[in-house]
């Protein structure tokens, strides 16, 4: 069930996923399922989306594309909080030009909103591809509530309106360590289009999170490891490794799991099923983390 389909039910919604959903394959067999790719940030952006089809296999002529980066804390990519500004800059000059009739960046702010959006460079990345794109939805008019049959922890949430709307959602989050989630990659960056988000914590975060998902379910994922930070998120400041990475997928499980054995956490190597939530998802047939089984392409440039 698309999030249109979702909406028309009725006010509140109903969705009706979990154990009974395929998760996605590639769309071609000349794709990779998962692109890894080391550049500089708005290059590898551009080149990780083109590996596994373009943009134009996620967005069409006339979509409204919702695009949900990491942009929650008063501070620049460098300290590795928040998406680098040029990831999402080329993420949104894709979905223009892949004919896109409408192109929001969205984020419920931790830290005040208006510092966020200046200190993290995201609203001046954007504004050089088109002016009006970056919100903050930290008001509670923005949300509608939804009820999430099928959840397991997570009956129900206020969910930001315009991502109800949209044709398209992209998870567009900086890879950081969490200190309740173990890591905040795509799946977890979800909680940034709800309203009240600490309910999940006392319902058990992990569960919570794969039950969001099945509604908030994103067309695409592109995770930002620039500067990845490795220990002490999701604020920092930590221990932040600069692997000017790019990692790209259909599949958010698998792009989260990609990005969990990419990288180096707290000191450490991990495996993906080790991280809870994205091991639940894969369980729930949201996605899949067996990525030894899938394809994943690399490319230095």
């Known amino acids: 069930m698309d999030r249109r389909k979702f909406l028309n039910t009725s006010a509140k919604g109903a969705v009706a996923l979990g154990a009974s959903f395929v998760p996605p394959i590639s769309l071609a067999a000349s794709h990779p399922d998962i692109a890894v790719v080391k550049g500089a940030p708005g290059a590898a952006t551009r080149a990780a989306v083109e590996m596994i089809g373009g943009m134009g296999s996620v967005v069409g002529k006339g979509h409204r594309v919702v695009i949900k980066p990491n942009m929650s804390f008063a501070s620049g990519p460098e300290v590795g909080a928040n998406t680098h500004p040029m990831v999402v800059q080329a993420i949104a000059a894709m979905c223009w ?69 949209a044709d398209v959602l992209i998870a567009a989050p900086t890879a950081k360590s969490h200190s309740g989630a173990g890591v905040s990659l795509s799946l977890k960056g979800m909680m940034g ?109």
């Open 97 to 165: 030009e892949a004919g896109a009739s409408s192109v929001l960046i969205l984020d419920h702010t931790l830290a005040p909103g208006v510092l966020c959006l200046e200190r993290s460079g995201v609203k001046a990345a954007a504004a050089a591809v088109k002016d009006d794109m970056v919100y903050m939805v930290n008001d509670s008019d923005h949300y509608s509530e939804v009820e999430i049959d099928g959840g397991k922890n997570l009956k129900e949430t206020e969910i930001v309106k315009s991502v109800l709307r």
């Open 193 to 301: 289009l709800i309203y009240d988000r600490g309910t999940l914590h006392w319902k058990g975060l992990d569960s919570c999170i794969v039950d969001l998902c099945t509604v908030l379910r994103a067309d695409l994922s592109v995770i930002d490891g620039t500067h990845v930070l490795s220990t002490n998120g999701p604020r920092g400041p930590g221990k932040v490794l600069n692997e000017n990475t790019v990692i790209a997928s259909r599949d958010m499980v698998a792009a989260d799991a990609q990005a969990v054995a990419e990288f180096t956490w707290y000191g450490k190597k991990f495996q993906p099923r080790q991280v809870a939530h994205i091991r639940h998802a894969h369980e729930r047939g949201m996605g899949r983390m067996d990525i030894e089984n899938l394809r994943v392409e690399r490319l230095a440039l």
